[in-house]
């Protein structure tokens, strides 16, 4: 369970800390990662259409951008880990305190437990 949770955060992260990168807004079907983590659950795939997604052909594609449905899906898996007696830390690029030669803008998710 903590890879399907751990994958939906990082999928809601990635587009609310990179609203205007597409490459985040698209999840290919046939990707392993896909396969094994979100859409053999209903729940999972449940979740992302109440987060916006929609099933295309070959992808579930985010096609606009409300910010306050993903922050309220993020709050929720928040909110599931928590109640699991788990903490959720996320962390993002900060220019302050690294130095880093090249960043990609993907976020770091971790459910610990």
Do not use: C
């Not at 990168?21 to 979740?47: C, G, N, T, W």
């Not at 109440?50 to 594609?61: I, L, M, R």
């Amino acid at each position: 369970m903590r890879a399907i949770v751990t994958t939906l955060l990082k999928i809601i992260t990635n587009i609310t800390q990179n609203p205007m990168d597409p490459k985040f807004r698209k999840l290919p079907k046939h990707s392993k990662s896909m396969q094994e983590k979100i859409l053999k659950y209903p729940y999972a795939v449940h979740f992302l259409v109440a987060a916006g997604f929609v099933e295309e052909d070959e992808n579930w594609s985010l096609n606009g951008f409300d910010k306050d449905r993903l922050l309220q899906a993020e709050k929720a898996i928040e909110d599931f880990v928590k109640s699991m007696g788990a903490n959720v830390t996320t962390s993002t690029f900060d220019p302050y305190k690294a130095s880093v030669s090249s960043y990609s803008g993907v976020s770091q998710v971790q459910v610990l437990s």
